[in-house]
T-cell receptor, first 114, second 117 residues
Framework: AQKITQTQPGMFVQEKEAVTLDCTYD???????LFWYKQPSSGEMIFLIY??????QNATEGRYSLNFQKARKSANLVISASQLGDSAMYFC???????????FGKGTRLSVIA | GAGVSQSPSNKVTEKGKDVELRCDPI?????LYWYRQRLGQGLEFLIY????????KSGLPSDRFSAERTGESVSTLTIQRTQQEDSAVYLC???????????????FGPGTRLTVL
């Protein structure tokens, strides 16, 4: 079974609008971390935001916030006030039980339209 | 610079040749990871080094793939007898480990784009 599922291969959003990128995960480990990375066309992986399984509040980092619904095992990324520079691939990833390699989803390609 | 560096940035090789890819992690980072990203795909875990522990090789796709790490510094990923299916971007990442935490952000290098003809 897929550990990380991103069901949206591609998304379009109007500039200045908000957009939600979906991510669901599967784990039986009570301790895990969820990460979102951005990969622009240049190929670099840019860390955006982190949510720990024991965190009580949803993580926020500037225009990025994570809608963490533990019971539903979802960790959707919300980007507010989209900018043209937000156009990129976005990957959701999970680390289980401490320092372990990240398991990545297949990604969502976001295109911001002027 | 202070980031993760990888070399070469691009490598074109002929089928059957061996290649070596190098990763220099961020100084002080004890954990080092190799991932592979095929065109249009997500990242696949290959191998993980953590301090002096035995590496986690569970992601290596075949015995043609191997990796070494010198202490807590440079790592080399070797692919022997390359095949066309090995064509991908190979990404290295490092993180600072402080106990059993899940919030150790992995910092990625720029990757090596491998093309096997």
């Amino acid at each position: 079974a897929q550990k990380i599922t991103q069901t949206q291969p591609g998304m379009f959003v109007q500039e200045k609008e908000a957009v939600t990128l979906d991510c669901t995960y599967d784990t039986s480990d009570p301790s895990y971390g969820l990460f979102w990375y951005k990969q622009p066309s240049s190929g670099e992986m840019i860390f955006l935001i982190y949510q720990g399984s024991y965190d009580q509040q949803n993580a926020t980092e500037g225009r990025y916030s994570l809608n963490f619904q533990k019971a539903r095992k979802s960790a959707n990324l919300v980007i507010s006030a989209s900018q043209l520079g937000d156009s990129a691939m976005y990957f959701c990833a999970m680390s289980e039980g401490g320092n372990t390699p990240l398991v990545f989803g297949k990604g969502t390609r976001l295109s911001v339209i002027a | 610079g202070a980031g993760v560096s990888q070399s070469p940035s691009n490598k074109v090789t002929e089928k059957g040749k061996d290649v070596e890819l190098r990763c220099d992690p961020i100084s002080g980072h004890t954990a080092l990871y190799w991932y592979r990203q095929r065109l249009g795909q997500g990242l696949e875990f290959l191998i993980y080094f953590q301090g002096n522990s035995a590496p986690d090789k569970s992601g290596l796709p075949s015995d043609r793939f191997s990796a070494e790490r010198t202490g807590e510094s440079v790592s080399t990923l070797t692919i022997q007898r390359t095949q066309q299916e090995d064509s991908a971007v190979y990404l290295c990442a490092s993180s600072f480990v402080a106990g059993a935490r899940s919030d150790n952000e992995q910092f990625f290098g720029p990757g090596t784009r491998l093309t096997v003809l």
